[in-house]
Nanobody, 128 residues
């Protein structure tokens, strides 16, 4: 079991930046693939980014590639999402997720059903 707590959301102007953080409980943080998803009102929960166990590989949705960066600090049980050059369409609740599953295909990381643990979410609002 792992519990996830996100922070760092808020109101930001278009073109600005925010850094989201997600702290995980437990002592086996490095055994989880970590992901960020987002959900805007009336829309599905969409994949944003994922990072493997020791940060060796990262994956991004096309809509955020080149603007967002996912990273992790296993010593602090924390995963980050640095959001730069934000746009109004980035407005959503951002969720941190963790998966202890092994997979032979990185395509698994893009699906929300693959993750077993979720945080409560943090709101990001981008004003134009």
């Amino acid at each position: 079991q792992v519990q996830l707590v996100e922070s760092g959301g808020g109101l930001v102007q278009a073109g600005g930046s925010l850094r989201l953080s997600c702290v995980a409980s437990g002592r086996t943080f490095s055994s989880y693939v970590m992901g960020w998803f987002r959900q805007a009102p009336g829309k599905d929960r969409d994949f944003v980014a994922a990072i493997t166990y020791f940060g060796g590989s990262t994956y991004y949705a096309d809509s955020v590639k080149g603007r967002f960066t996912i990273s992790r600090d296993n010593g602090k049980n924390t995963v980050y999402l640095q959001t730069n050059s934000v746009k109004p369409e980035d407005t959503a609740v951002y969720y941190c997720a963790a998966s202890p599953r092994a997979t032979g295909s990185s395509s698994s990381y893009y699906g929300y059903r693959w993750y077993d643990y979720w945080g409560q979410g943090t709101q990001v609002t981008v004003s134009s």
